[in-house]
């Protein structure tokens, strides 16, 4: 069936760049996100790419899809403290299901 | 502009009690989803709404029940609460299908 998988844990220092990584299975994914959730909130979507894009940039973000290896990427510039959360990546099949990987807990050192 | 809102925020209940998740969102969107939130494990579709009138149920509807009550608010409802159900659960909504999804703030619930 449909998996996202992503590493749970990435830490990095103020400055330096995140990238963090998502694999997906299912190939017919329509739009793929990346959403962010901050302690004792909701998730809030950072930024979304079609299937039928390679790239896309958004200030501090870049999200890199490669399709033929099923893997997602989020790269953050210029990490800040503020970007210290939680990381889910999810893909959209079609119809109303939404795939959600398990998250990665991004630590950003001061 | 509230977005997507949902009451309460947290909730203690013992086993086998009955309680109701209410959730609203002022977006004007068709389709209304729950999610349960466990560590290590994302989010977990409980049931959603398509449109106003129609449920369906999700990865894991078991022990769980909405309704539709209108196109703003879709409530879920544990009428026997279990420990297993301790959860944070979160609503969400959209234009519809495909499109992106809203999330409310949260019920953090615990089953004693």
């Known amino acids: 069936g449909e998996d996202v998988e992503q590493s749970l844990f990435l830490s990095v220092r103020e400055g330096d760049s995140s990238v963090i990584n998502c694999t997906y299975t299912?190939?017919?994914?329509?739009?793929l996100y990346w959403y962010k959730q901050e302690p004792g909130a909701g998730l809030q979507l950072l930024t979304y790419?079609?299937?039928?894009?390679d790239m896309k940039q958004d200030q501090r973000l870049t999200v890199l899809l490669n399709k033929k290896d099923k893997h997602l990427s989020l790269r953050i510039a210029d990490t800040q403290t503020g970007d210290s959360a939680i990381y889910f990546c999810?893909?959209?099949?079609?119809?109303?299901?939404?795939?959600f990987g398990a998250g990665t807990r991004l630590f950003v050192k001061a | 502009n509230a977005g997507v809102t949902q009451t309460p925020k947290f909730q203690v209940l013992k086993t086998g009690q009955s309680m109701t998740l209410q959730c609203a969102q002022d977006m004007n969107h068709n389709s209304m989803y729950w999610y349960r939130q466990d560590p290590g494990m994302g989010l977990r579709l409980i049931y959603y709404?398509?449109?106003?009138?129609?449920?369906d149920k999700g990865e894991v509807p078991n022990g769980y029940n909405v309704s539709r009550l209108n196109k703003r608010e879709f409530s879920l409802r544990l009428e026997s609460a279990a420990p297993s159900q301790t959860s944070v659960y979160f609503c969400?909504?959209?234009?519809?299908?495909?499109?992106?999804?809203?999330f409310g703030p949260g019920t953090r619930l615990l089953v004693l």
């Open positions: 299912d190939s017919s994914s329509t739009y």
């Open positions: 790419i079609f299937s039928n894009m």
């Open positions: 969400a909504s959209s234009g519809a299908r495909e499109e992106t999804q809203y």
């Open positions: 709404s398509a449109s106003e009138g129609t449920t």
């Open positions: 999810a893909e959209t099949t079609g119809g109303f299901k939404t795939i």
